[in-house]
């Protein structure tokens, strides 16, 4: 509220000192006015100008997107090329953002169209938004499509890691085994050269997608392993069903001199949350330990891994304890609570949080 008053402020002086008569200075009151939600005093101010320019109508396209009118965004976008004006990538990137929310595919060809038209196809964010576009509405041939359209236009030396791993995210999102293997077959086919960053990217695929033998084989072939490495690989062993190769794999890098790298948060997390499964209770006060001597900080997911832990290993008092010792709690908090007392046959203690919950709002 402040903020809007501040800014008709500074509108108003700019009024009174004739300052509004400056192309500049007008384009940054409609980008003021769009960021701050006042969208029809932007488009006043537009429609007021003698002549709209790229930037106006940019502010203005975008600002319909932030407050999540994407209709209104297109028909801004029509009105904008009946103007004159020609779309660049800003544009562009606010249209696919909008399409892809409002999730009409007939809309999608037509903004690719305009992609071509303009010759921005090589754009490496138009490449990830647009494939972003399709694969996130079911519609992931259309997006390798369009990637190896942009890939034969550019040539695969200038592609960058970041727009490959666009689509092999695409490939784990969509739960397609044949363009998952299709896609990493183009890739080795091409000799792109696979970096960490994407040999990552492959692992959490074929992990998403239940294929730990190919998962595994990546990680094992990799000439260099970095901490992200080995949490894709950890967490794909715990959500495929196999706690104890978890453990084996935390064990190993804990060993491991050769990538010298130690355990965070997250492989934390995820070892902790194996030892729930296997309801280890040796394996759990273990690491435990090893997250108080390293100092890892105890976050809300990994603090609900331990109270989960602890309960399923028959140490519902120390689940107790971590539980009110956080300053934070969130729902999963709360329902794994629950839960143990559940387990434990504690129903007092379990109505008692169940209403301390309701209280709060959740």
């Known amino acids: 509220m402040e903020d809007d008053r501040m800014g008709k402020t500074v509108h108003g002086y700019c009024l009174k000192s004739r300052f509004s008569d400056d192309a500049f200075i007008c384009n940054s009151l409609i980008g003021m006015y769009s960021k701050l939600g006042l969208q029809m005093s932007a488009e006043k101010l537009l429609y007021g100008l003698p002549k709209r320019d790229l930037v106006s109508w940019n502010a203005i396209i975008s600002g319909c997107v932030r407050q999540n009118k994407f209709s209104e965004a297109i028909h801004k976008f029509v009105m904008m090329l009946?103007?004159?004006?020609?779309?660049?990538?800003?544009?562009?990137?606010?249209?696919?953002?909008?399409?892809?929310?409002?999730?009409?595919?007939?809309?999608?060809?037509?903004?690719?169209?305009?992609?071509?038209?303009?010759?921005?196809?090589?754009?490496?964010?138009?490449v990830n938004s647009l494939v972003e576009m399709y694969s996130?509405?079911?519609?992931?041939?259309?997006?390798?499509?369009?990637?190896?359209?942009?890939?034969?236009?550019?040539?695969?030396?200038?592609?960058?890691?970041?727009?490959?791993?666009?689509?092999?995210?695409?490939?784990?999102?969509?739960?397609?085994?044949?363009?998952?293997?299709?896609?990493?077959?183009?890739?080795?086919k091409q000799s792109f050269l696979l970096c960490t960053f994407l040999e990552n990217s492959l692992i959490d695929m074929y992990g998403k997608l239940h294929q730990l033998d190919s998962a595994h084989n990546i990680f094992r072939r990799m000439k260099e392993r970095d901490t992200v490495s080995w949490n894709s690989m950890i967490s794909s062993f715990l959500k495929n069903n196999y706690p104890m190769k978890t453990l084996e794999l935390l064990s190993e890098l804990r060993l491991n001199v050769v990538d010298d790298l130690a355990p965070d948060f997250f492989t934390m997390s995820s070892s902790i949350q194996a030892c729930a499964e296997l309801a280890s209770l040796h394996h759990g006060e273990m690491l435990h330990g090893y997250i108080v001597k390293s100092g890892i900080d105890a976050d809300l997911i990994l603090s609900n891994a331990l109270?989960?832990?602890?309960?399923?290993?028959?140490?519902?008092?120390?689940?107790?304890?971590?539980?009110?010792?956080?300053?934070?709690?969130?729902?999963?908090?709360?329902?794994?609570m629950i839960q143990a007392y559940g387990i434990h046959g504690d129903g007092k203690s379990c109505f008692k949080d169940f209403m301390s919950l309701r209280n709060l709002g959740f």
């Open 82 to 126: 009946e103007d004159g004006v020609l779309p660049n990538v800003v544009t562009l990137l606010s249209i696919i953002t909008a399409c892809s929310l409002m999730n009409q595919p007939m809309l999608f060809g037509w903004v690719h169209a305009w992609i071509s038209k303009l010759q921005l196809g090589s754009n490496d964010f138009v």
């Open 136 to 188: 996130k509405n079911g519609l992931l041939h259309e997006g390798i499509k369009a990637f190896i359209q942009i890939w034969c236009i550019k040539g695969s030396e200038s592609l960058d890691p970041i727009s490959m791993a666009a689509i092999i995210r695409a490939c784990a999102v969509s739960g397609s085994l044949r363009y998952a293997k299709a896609f990493h077959g183009l890739l080795l």
């Open 307 to 336: 109270i989960d832990m602890y309960a399923k290993s028959g140490k519902i008092e120390f689940s107790e304890k971590i539980f009110s010792s956080m300053d934070q709690k969130d729902l999963s908090t709360w329902n794994i």
